[in-house]
């Protein structure tokens, strides 16, 4: 029976791995993805971007909503749906800039169900560009803001010395800090998302090797034709049709013996051990041995 040997090219391997890699590679990016826009959504709402808590009048601001806090309690001001009413230009601008950077990330997350309709590549290419636009919005929004710390509502908790780009007293607080972290993370998510949609490749169809080919498997000496199996002769032929059989030649000893002085290279026995007592004699007339 034929041993069955397989051959696998080397090309389609490595085509099945880099498939099985960017699989693995797509889902995280879809996790950071969605771990994007949280962060976005979080530094968007939260009034978080700078403050002191330390000062005469303690308060702390974010986008659209400053909080000031007395002996008592604290009170919030700001809507989201009246821009009108910040005590900056700049933290409108900066609002409007974030609050697109949210709207766009969660379109990328919605985009990703296209997956499921539209070729991977495609889906890739517009996610790519809607988190390349989140990340410059999210960008705009965190180098505008430092325009408006000239308020009066900030100067009145930061001190006189605050002023563009200037904080006084106050200081950074958490969710500018995470905003200017989402602005990276956007940006790399945007270079893999189209690194992802160009180097994309398929499975690499099965080598050909002729008719010798069998469900993608190969037999011993159909490609190496140097090695010959017993469905090959030396001769060109096949030995399994002549229907031959392997035939064992004696020699027929030298000149002047009989065919009885003749013995097997295979036998213990000797011209001197012929007469020996310790076995009996064997004759032999057959020269030749069929195996």
């Not at 880099?18 to 995280?28: D, E, P």
């Not at 996790?31 to 959504?41: N, S």
């Not at 909503?65 to 008592?72: P, V, Y």
């Not at 996610?127 to 430092?146: D, E, K, N, T």
Request: charged share 15%; glycine share 8%; aromatic share 12%.
């Amino acid at each position: 029976m034929v041993s069955k040997v397989e051959y696998v090219d080397s090309t389609h391997m490595y085509a099945s791995n880099y498939v099985r890699n960017s699989k693995a590679i797509g889902v995280l990016w879809a996790i950071f993805t969605i771990c994007y826009a949280i962060i976005g959504v979080v530094t968007f709402l939260t009034p978080e971007w700078i403050g002191d808590l330390d000062s005469e009048y303690p308060g702390r601001f974010g986008l659209w909503e400053a909080c000031q806090t007395d002996e008592k309690s604290e009170h919030c001001q700001g809507q989201i749906y009246d821009l009108g009413n910040l005590p900056s230009v700049a933290f409108q601008v900066a609002t409007i800039l974030v609050g697109i950077s949210c709207l766009t990330s969660l379109f990328t997350i919605c985009a990703m169900l296209l997956f499921f309709f539209c070729k991977s590549t495609k889906v890739f290419h517009i996610c790519g560009w809607l988190q390349l636009l989140s990340a410059l919005c999210m960008l705009g929004g965190v180098c505008v803001y430092p325009l408006g710390w000239d308020a009066p509502d900030v100067r009145r908790t930061c001190g006189a010395s605050a002023g563009r780009f200037e904080l006084g007293q106050c200081g950074l607080r958490w969710a500018y800090l995470l905003a200017a972290i989402g602005c990276l993370d956007a940006i790399i998510l945007a270079i893999l998302a189209f690194i992802l949609a160009t180097r994309h490749v398929k499975l690499q169809a099965e080598p050909t090797y002729g008719s010798a080919l069998t469900n993608g498997s190969l037999y011993k000496g159909e490609v190496n034709s140097a090695y010959i199996t017993d469905a090959h002769s030396v001769a060109g032929g096949s030995r399994k049709s002549l229907n031959l059989h392997p035939v064992l030649l004696m020699h027929p000893g030298p000149p002047g013996h009989s065919a009885d002085d003749t013995y097997s290279q295979f036998s213990s026995r000797t011209a001197r051990s012929k007469h020996s007592y310790h076995r009996p004699e064997y004759s032999t007339s057959i020269h030749n041995f069929q195996l």
